[in-house]
């Protein structure tokens, strides 16, 4: 029933998806794509295939390419040469509309949905029902719940978009697509800010919508999903499309030494320091959304906070760097209790926290690289009233080469940067101002490998200094494999502390979804 | 990405965003030219000296409206504070307080206007459109109240002398914005609290986490404001030598279309000082060319509108292209 829908409201007929799944033909095929912007080859002349009905898995570092193919493919950016082949027939896609109408549309990490609006209004949104030119709200509402009921969502069509988490909102933007015909759907790291939950619901729609033949290209940065999710692999390095893989002729190693092109013996850098005397302590500490937390950082150590997004990890670093004011409960600097009541106070005692969005907290993307760098230490590079330029220069400078911030100039916004280098101006913003105890709220979402890694070697570099470092994260490996101690969240509660690697994922993982939870855990 | 913007050294793009960097200025210059040969009367010392007047206030109240602008706010409130000053410095003055007091009075209730304005933002979380609007209409009551409706008229030459004079050639009333524009530039581009208001524009949040005490560049760009309006009242007594608080009516307005014909952005976090004084000076220039022209005032109103479209336009062309 479900499937039928599906297919039926993709607008060819089912006997012409059955014929294109049984004969594996190429639905999209690129010959010699190519897409240069002055100066910088995007993309270089690319050849391939995509199977109708198939998983296509795309990976890649950040500037690697792969958004440049999408906005290709979904005719957001023209191409500078090269054709693209719809079904054999060759096609412009030099508008988004007609990519839409070919039934080419993407689902992007950031959900691009209306939040004042319904469920059911967004699903229908630009093709709301009507009837002598007034909307009908009932009946949109009860066919867009038909919808979500046949896709295994538990939602209600008439809640308010906000209303939802991020991740439920990633599945109405998917259903959405799924229901305009879509025949070829591009998801660009989808589950990046899904919980576990939300992710195998979106796998469950990715491969219900496989099996109605649509063919499905997946971009992300995490393997396991790759190698859960794909039939084929494809590999972009540098604007080149360097392979494309049978999944069950790969590896996880395989992958990413193509992608980027030198074997790392280890993503996960750790060095291991005597630990210093005790930094931060929270003692009982309370606030909204967490409770009762007591953790102490040392000199050399990385502590570890694991838990689903909403476990109160975040709400508990921000209250410790005084964004949230605490409820009860005491905190601790180098053993002499401290008020802190917001920011400036935490900066000063030697606090810094690169932020869990870097949108929204962590960059004033409009501006330059070389003022987000600066921001915090204005003070120092000022004398008298007026700042020295040349010290706000250099200081940016120093931070651009020790980072390899990949950047036009220090002049250039923010905004014109890739993910994985404005994550290293969020970190680098607080190199120069001398703080004792770093907090990373999520580091690396969006980040790629080679980015990742020179992370995990800058939080040695800190340690080395004698440094202590929260780590937030809600991808297991890491914080598993970097911190020496790991603590995890539920519901706003430390429910468990581990010492470096010494219980296993399961356990973890079990911990932190709950007895309740515990079935999807075991599956695993 | 990174790299689409670098490499634009001999493209035609590049040309057109350095002419179009020097517009404005080729603008007031190509207005000028036109007008001085259309017109006998427009390249006369009195006329120009006329034009630098009328021009200096709006530019006064356009840089104080930027810094408001920067941080992503507006402040609707400048033309009231003009009227609402003109009537207390006048009313200190006839009520026998010395000048140097009254000046320094009528400048501190600037501060306080502008404090309050800070505090309904920051304190009471209302929109800076709302808060401004609301002391928009209550100054123009106050200042009615206090003069029952009548105006008050001063009679201190050296006073009202000042706007009248100039100094070797050039109107004292356009030293006035040279002597606000420079500490201005200064403050905005070579101090730390500049690069606050355009971080507060740009993201306050991460400015917050980032250690900027963002309710104090808040409260600090509207009190700039409403200073620069304060003062502006003072200049504005002098010219007329009068107070009277329904002065200055719709002067917000023009403020905000010289700042925003300058280039700032009312999204916040894009803005300069020269560019709203340029924006100033076009528009006075308009005015005063209409005049001479002969244009029905009506036109000139409709003029104005059609200008700041066009000029609000290329220079968003200019910005995407960038």
């Known amino acids: 029933m479900t499937d039928h829908d599906i297919s039926h409201r993709s607008g060819s007929g089912p006997g012409e998806v059955i014929s294109a799944v049984a004969a594996h033909l190429p639905i999209l095929e690129l010959r010699g794509l190519e897409k240069q912007y002055l100066g910088t080859h995007a993309l270089k002349p690319a050849d391939l295939a995509f199977k109708a009905g198939e998983i296509h898995a795309i990976v890649g570092e950040n500037g690697a390419g792969k958004s440049t193919l999408i906005k290709l493919l979904t005719g957001v950016i023209p191409r500078t040469s090269g054709d693209i082949f719809w079904r054999g027939e060759p096609v412009a896609l030099s508008t988004p509309l007609e990519a839409i109408q070919h039934g080419i549309n993407a689902v992007h990490q950031e959900v691009v949905l209306c939040p004042h609006l319904s469920v059911a209004a967004n699903i229908f949104l630009g093709e709301e029902r009507r009837r002598f030119g007034l909307l009908q709200h009932r009946h949109m509402v009860r066919e867009a719940q038909k919808i979500l009921d046949d896709l295994g969502f538990a939602l209600p069509a008439h809640a308010l978009l906000s209303d939802l988490t991020i991740g439920q909102q990633q599945l109405i933007a998917t259903a959405r697509a799924a229901t305009r015909g879509a025949r070829f759907l591009i998801f660009d790291e989808p589950t990046a800010y899904l919980t576990r939950e939300e992710a195998a619901q979106l796998f469950a729609l990715i491969r219900r919508l496989q099996q109605s033949g649509v063919t499905i290209v997946y971009i992300s940065h995490r393997m396991e999903e790759v190698f859960e999710l794909a039939n084929r692999v494809s590999i972009l390095r540098d604007g080149r499309l360097v392979g494309t893989r049978n999944i069950n002729e790969t590896n996880e190693n395989e992958l990413i030494s193509l992608m980027i092109n030198r074997s790392i013996e280890q993503i996960y850098h750790k060095d291991q320091y005597a630990f210093g005397k005790t930094i931060l302590e929270t003692r009982n500490l309370s606030g909204n959304g967490f409770e009762d937390i007591s953790i102490s950082v040392r000199e050399g150590e990385i502590v570890g906070l694991y838990g689903l997004i909403g476990a109160g990890r975040s709400e508990f670093v921000t209250t410790i760097f005084g964004r949230h004011p605490k409820s009860s409960g005491a905190i601790f600097w180098d053993g002499k209790e401290v008020k802190i009541e917001r920011e400036r106070d935490a900066i000063k ?176 | 990405m990174s790299l689409e913007t670098k490499e634009t050294g001999t493209t035609p793009k590049r040309r057109f965003n350095v002419l179009f960097g020097l517009t404005l200025f080729a603008l007031l210059a190509v207005l000028w030219c036109i007008l001085g040969f259309w017109t006998e009367s427009f390249m006369t010392g009195n006329n120009i000296s006329n034009l630098l007047r009328q021009g200096s206030m709006i530019a006064i109240l356009a840089i104080g409206q930027t810094f408001v602008i920067i941080t992503g706010g507006i402040d609707l409130s400048v033309g009231a504070i003009v009227g609402f000053t003109s009537v207390i410095v006048a009313w200190l003055l006839a009520n026998g307080f010395p000048l140097w007091a009254a000046i320094l009075i009528t400048l501190a209730i600037g501060v306080c206007i502008g404090l ?207």
Request: glycine share 10%; with cysteine.
């Open chain 1, 349 to 524: 005692l030697g606090i810094a926290l690169a932020p869990e969005s870097r949108r929204d907290q962590g960059l004033c993307l409009s501006l330059p690289v070389s003022l987000n760098l600066n921001l915090p230490i204005y003070k120092q590079l000022s004398q008298n009233l007026l700042i020295s330029h040349r010290d706000e220069s250099s200081h940016a400078d120093r931070q651009i080469a020790d980072l390899r911030i990949k950047t036009a100039s220090r002049n250039a916004s923010a905004a014109s940067l890739s993910g994985g280098n404005q994550q290293k101006i969020v970190i680098g913003k607080w190199l120069n101002h001398g703080a004792k105890l770093f907090i990373f709220d999520e580091p690396t979402v969006g980040v790629d490998v080679g980015t990742k890694a020179e992370i995990y070697r800058l939080f040695s570099t800190l340690l080395a200094n004698g440094a202590g470092i929260i780590l937030i994260s809600s991808y297991l490996p890491e914080v598993y494999e970097l911190a020496d101690t790991l603590h995890v969240f539920r519901r706003g509660q430390l429910v468990a502390s581990h010492p470096h690697k010494s219980v296993t994922h399961e356990d973890i993982l079990t911990q932190a979804l709950g007895s309740a939870a515990a079935d999807p855990a075991t599956r695993n």
């Open chain 2, 116 to 322: 309050f304005h800070g505090f309904g933002i920051v304190r009471l979380g209302l929109p800076p459109f709302i808060i401004t609007l609301a002391t928009l209409t209550s100054l123009r009551g106050i200042g009615l109240l206090i003069t029952n409706g009548a105006t008050i008229s001063i009679d201190n030459d050296p006073f009202t002398e000042f706007s009248r004079n100039d100094f070797i050639g050039i109107p004292n009333l356009f030293w006035m914005v040279i002597a606000v524009g420079i500490p201005a530039y200064i403050f905005l581009h070579h101090s730390r609290w500049g690069r606050y208001l355009f971080s507060v524009g740009s993201n306050a949040e991460a400015s917050r986490l980032s250690g900027v005490n963002v309710k104090g560049t808040i409260y600090l760009a509207y009190t700039l404001s409403a200073v620069c309006a304060s003062f502006v009242g003072l200049l504005l007594a002098s010219r007329i030598g009068i107070g009277n608080a329904t002065q200055a009516e719709g002067w917000e307005l023009q403020a905000i279309a010289s700042s925003v014909i300058g280039g700032t952005s009312l999204f916040g976090a894009v803005g300069s000082i020269h560019g709203p004084l340029l924006g100033a000076f076009i528009l006075a220039t308009i005015n005063n060319g209409a005049n001479l022209l002969n244009v029905n005032s009506f036109w000139q109103r409709v003029i104005t509108g059609v200008l700041i479209i066009v000029i609000v336009y290329f220079d968003q062309l200019r910005r995407r292209r960038r």
